[in-house]
């Protein structure tokens, strides 16, 4: 069945590093795939998104690109801030409607 | 608009008792799915709705859990005779369609079973 396996956290950061969070995903088809964000006390938002090959997401800084050859859709920002701290969800959406999920990553960004 | 609501936010309830949890997706969005989200885990699915039609329950993990959403807008989960293993945050989603359409999530209801 379609799975999603991504970076194991936590990670741990100062402001204006690089971050990059890999996930992989197994699918039949031509999956949609999602990266989704939990900051703390809140609920999930989606934060980018890719429905084919070679595209691009990006949004708020972070972008992702939907890459078939290597099944991965990492997920990177440039300079991160303090308020970038939050549970990072790898997602895809296969050939039905159900969202299968990665663990997450918890990003914790240090002034 | 506003977005997705679940309520209640919290509950704790003693082993074996029954809860519902309720769901009030985005107003004339037609996809409905309930969630299941261990700590420290990604949401597993339990069941999806299209309008007032449970298409797939197949995520559901026992008989105890039922689901439902009789005019096609608020939906209810109820567990019956709760056990531990049921604490979890629960999700529920909606979307304008079904497929390759975003979810939008509601905050959840954290369960507790004591």
């Known amino acids: 069945g379609d799975s999603v396996t991504q970076m194991e956290g936590p990670v741990t950061l100062s402001e204006e590093a690089f971050l990059t969070i890999n996930c992989t995903y197994t699918?039949?088809?031509?999956?949609?795939l999602f990266w989704y964000v939990q900051y703390p006390g809140e609920g999930l938002q989606l934060l980018l998104k890719?429905?084919?090959?070679?595209d691009k997401g990006s949004n708020k800084g972070f972008e992702a690109t939907y890459r078939k050859e290597t099944t991965s859709f990492h997920l990177e920002k440039g300079s991160v801030q303090v308020s970038d701290s939050a549970v990072y969800f790898c997602?895809?959406?296969?050939?039905?409607?159900?969202?299968?999920f990665g663990a997450g990553t918890t990003v914790t960004v240090r002034a | 608009g506003a977005g997705v609501s679940q309520s209640p936010r919290y509950k704790v309830a003693k082993r074996g008792q029954d809860v519902a949890l309720r769901c009030d997706p985005i107003?004339?969005?037609?996809?409905l799915f309930w969630y299941q989200q261990a700590l420290g885990q990604g949401p597993e699915f339990l069941t999806y709705?299209?309008?007032?039609?449970?298409?797939?329950k197949s995520g559901l993990p026992s008989d105890r859990f039922f689901a439902e959403r009789p005019e096609g807008s608020v939906s209810t989960l109820k567990i019956q005779r709760t056990q531990q293993e049921d604490s979890a945050v629960y999700l529920c989603?909606?979307?304008?369609?079904?497929?390759?359409?975003?979810?939008?999530f509601g905050d959840g209801t954290r369960l507790s079973i004591l």
């Open positions: 989603a909606s979307s304008l369609e079904s497929w390759g359409q975003p979810q939008h």
């Open positions: 699918a039949t088809g031509y999956p949609s």
């Open positions: 890719a429905t084919k090959a070679d």
């Open positions: 997602a895809l959406s296969g050939g039905d409607y159900k969202l299968s």
């Open positions: 107003s004339g969005h037609v996809s």
């Open positions: 709705f299209q309008n007032e039609a449970q298409l797939d």
